[in-house]
């Protein structure tokens, strides 16, 4: 089993920063690549942005604004919200795709998902 901890989420005005924080535990042999997706209310959930080794993909919409980091030792990702808007609001949710052994398949894992609020 592996777990995804967020923490990080909360309520910010228009124009704030947040950091979303997530914790990858469990049998893990390796994470190929950690990444933070979004689902807002009636909207199906959508890449926000994700890491792999050293590459690093965001969505349009966020490119210049969040910033994705990760810690390999630790299993950690990070996501660095500047400049939020209100169309920012979601709940954001970590997921990480790891191997049990090696050669063996990929998995994908989710977090439970933590509230992000922009609104003034």
């Known amino acids: 089993q592996v777990q995804l901890v967020e923490s990080g989420g909360g309520l910010v005005q228009p124009g704030g920063s947040l950091r979303l924080f997530c914790v990858a535990s469990g049998s893990i042999f390796s994470i190929k690549a950690m990444g933070w997706y979004r689902q807002a209310p009636g909207k199906q959930r959508e890449l926000v942005a994700s890491?792999?080794?050293?590459?690093?993909n965001y969505a349009d919409f966020v490119k210049g604004r969040f910033t994705i980091s990760r810690d390999t030792v630790e299993n950690t990702v990070a996501l660095q919200m500047n400049s939020l808007k209100p169309e920012d609001t979601a709940v954001y949710y970590c997921?990480?795709?790891?191997?049990?052994?090696?050669?063996?398949?990929?998995?994908?894992?989710w977090g439970q998902g933590t509230q992000v609020t922009v609104s003034s």
């Open positions: 997921h990480a795709t790891t191997q049990l052994y090696s050669g063996a398949r990929s998995i994908d894992h």
């Open positions: 890491i792999s080794n050293d590459n690093t």
